[in-house]
Each structure stands twice: as structure tokens, then as C-alpha cells.
């Protein structure tokens, strides 16, 4: 291939990303409006939930603080809407250079991607949040009392539900790394005790530092890799039967 042909063939790539980072940030800008409009319910919705029956007074320590909250929850509900057709673009930007297999492997997790980042979301929201909440209250006595910045319990509750919504993607990457032949099921699974030490690691850069958190997070995300490996294993012997079998048909 000659250097031209590089060039122009170096141009497309980059003109193809291009086109994809646009489509995703056009897609963002156009829901945005919408979450930012229902941003104060979700605000008032998320609260509820995380504070549940503890009567908590949330304080805010600058006019503008509340309002910028609104903005940070809108961004949030606009990717989480927009997951779908973001992960879509990302993937048809990839699937050129991929195989066949893989390019099927790629279009059929799409869905599950975006489901399982939407269930770290809720998991993190219904469950670990109140959980922490209540724990941090557990140490009010009458000579110590709670109070509470709105800034730093949505912003707990936006980075908490990101970090579980992008741990979740654990058993995807666990199956794509199986099927795409770059590390057998035999190994990653002989490196059961170095997977948890990473998963404890990460989990600690991604939550708040204490080991509640870190647990909280840490622990469904090694299920999930131990899921991962369960349907790898299960599609790995669906693919050897029909190979076994056309090998005694031939016999």
C-alpha cells in the first residue's frame, strides 16, 4: 500500500470518528432540554429514596449551588437515556475492523450493555446509597449531630451511581476477552485471587475512601465476573457440541 493510500485511508478513519463523537454529542445536546426540565422531580425522587424515613435537613452554602446540582442530575439522566445509542455509534465505529464472530458477539451485547449500566445505576440508588446514609447517621448522639451539605450527598450519589453503572460492565468484558480468544476461560479462571485484589483496587479509586463503599461495590462486581464466566464457560461447550458432532458424521 502505498503512502497515499495510507494517508487517505488514515483520513477516513479519522473522518468516521469524527462523525461518531458528533452523532453522540448531538444526541446528548438534543435530550438535554428534557432532563434538565425534570431534573428538580429527580432531585426531590433521588432524595427520597437515598434519606428514605431519616429526618435529615439538607443545607446549601451558595445561591447558585442547588441549581448547579439540577444541571449535574440533567447531564446524568442524559447519558444514561442516551447509553443505548452512544454504546450503538461506538460499536459501529469498531465493527470494520472486527471479524465476522465478533462483529456478532459486539451487536448482541449492545443491549445487555446498556441494561446492566442501567441496573449498576438503580442497584447503587435503591441499595448502597441508603445504606451508606444510614451508616453515616448511625454515629449521631446527642452531643453530635449531622448536618449535611446537598453538594456532597448528590455528588456521592452521582459518582456512586456512575462507578456501579461502569463496574457492571464486568461480565461483558469477561465474555469478550473469553470469545475473542485473547485469554482462555481455563486461565482467567486460575486467576480468581489477582481478579479480587484488582476489583478491591478499583473499587477503592472509585468510591468515597472507606471500606463500606469499597465492599459494597467490590463484592456484586465479583458475582458479576463469576456470571461472566458461567455463560463463557456455557456458550464454549454449546460451541465445541456442533463441532464434536460434525466430526462423528464424518467418521
Same mark, same amino acid.
Given at each position: 500500500m502505498s503512502n497515499e493510500e495510507n494517508n487517505e485511508s488514515f483520513i477516513s478513519h479519522l473522518e468516521a470518528l469524527r462523525s461518531t463523537i458528533l452523532k453522540c454529542l448531538y444526541s446528548v445536546a438534543i435530550v438535554l432540554p428534557f432532563t434538565f426540565f425534570i431534573s428538580p422531580k429527580a432531585l426531590n425522587w433521588l432524595l427520597d429514596i437515598i434519606l428514605r424515613d431519616n429526618k435529615v435537613t439538607l443545607n446549601y452554602f451558595s445561591p447558585v449551588e442547588v441549581f448547579l446540582i439540577q444541571i449535574k442530575i440533567a447531564i446524568l439522566i442524559d447519558l444514561i437515556i442516551c447509553f443505548p445509542y452512544i454504546a450503538k455509534?461506538?460499536?459501529?465505529?469498531?465493527?470494520?475492523?472486527?471479524?465476522?464472530?465478533?462483529?456478532?458477539?459486539?451487536?448482541?451485547?449492545?443491549?445487555?450493555?446498556?441494561? @446492566?449500566?442501567i441496573s449498576g445505576v438503580l442497584f447503587c440508588i435503591f441499595f448502597i446509597l441508603p445504606l451508606i446514609i444510614n451508616f453515616g447517621l448511625s454515629f449521631t448522639t446527642e452531643n453530635i449531630q449531622a448536618v449535611l451539605n446537598i453538594s456532597n450527598i448528590v455528588m456521592l450519589s452521582l459518582w456512586l451511581s456512575i462507578a456501579f453503572g461502569i463496574m457492571f460492565q464486568v461480565p461483558i468484558i469477561t465474555m469478550a476477552l473469553i470469545k475473542s480468544d485473547f485469554i482462555s476461560y481455563e486461565t482467567i479462571a486460575s486467576k480468581r485471587p489477582y481478579i479480587i485484589v484488582v476489583l478491591l483496587i478499583i473499587a477503592g479509586i472509585l468510591t468515597p475512601p472507606d471500606v463500606i463503599s469499597q465492599l459494597m461495590l467490590a463484592i456484586p462486581t465479583y458475582?458479576?465476573?463469576?456470571?461472566? @464466566?458461567?455463560?463463557?464457560?456455557?456458550?464454549?461447550?454449546? @460451541?465445541?457440541?456442533?463441532v464434536e458432532n460434525e466430526n462423528t458424521s464424518l467418521d
Amino acid at each position: 500500500m502505498s503512502n497515499e493510500e495510507n494517508n487517505e485511508s488514515f483520513i477516513s478513519h479519522l473522518e468516521a470518528l469524527r462523525s461518531t463523537i458528533l452523532k453522540c454529542l448531538y444526541s446528548v445536546a438534543i435530550v438535554l432540554p428534557f432532563t434538565f426540565f425534570i431534573s428538580p422531580k429527580a432531585l426531590n425522587w433521588l432524595l427520597d429514596i437515598i434519606l428514605r424515613d431519616n429526618k435529615v435537613t439538607l443545607n446549601y452554602f451558595s445561591p447558585v449551588e442547588v441549581f448547579l446540582i439540577q444541571i449535574k442530575i440533567a447531564i446524568l439522566i442524559d447519558l444514561i437515556i442516551c447509553f443505548p445509542y452512544i454504546a450503538k455509534q461506538i460499536w459501529n465505529f469498531i465493527l470494520p475492523a472486527l471479524y465476522e464472530h465478533e462483529k456478532k458477539f459486539i451487536k448482541s451485547i449492545v443491549l445487555f450493555s446498556s441494561l @446492566l449500566f442501567i441496573s449498576g445505576v438503580l442497584f447503587c440508588i435503591f441499595f448502597i446509597l441508603p445504606l451508606i446514609i444510614n451508616f453515616g447517621l448511625s454515629f449521631t448522639t446527642e452531643n453530635i449531630q449531622a448536618v449535611l451539605n446537598i453538594s456532597n450527598i448528590v455528588m456521592l450519589s452521582l459518582w456512586l451511581s456512575i462507578a456501579f453503572g461502569i463496574m457492571f460492565q464486568v461480565p461483558i468484558i469477561t465474555m469478550a476477552l473469553i470469545k475473542s480468544d485473547f485469554i482462555s476461560y481455563e486461565t482467567i479462571a486460575s486467576k480468581r485471587p489477582y481478579i479480587i485484589v484488582v476489583l478491591l483496587i478499583i473499587a477503592g479509586i472509585l468510591t468515597p475512601p472507606d471500606v463500606i463503599s469499597q465492599l459494597m461495590l467490590a463484592i456484586p462486581t465479583y458475582l458479576l465476573f463469576e456470571a461472566g @464466566l458461567l455463560f463463557s464457560k456455557k456458550s464454549k461447550k454449546q @460451541l465445541i457440541s456442533p463441532v464434536e458432532n460434525e466430526n462423528t458424521s464424518l467418521d
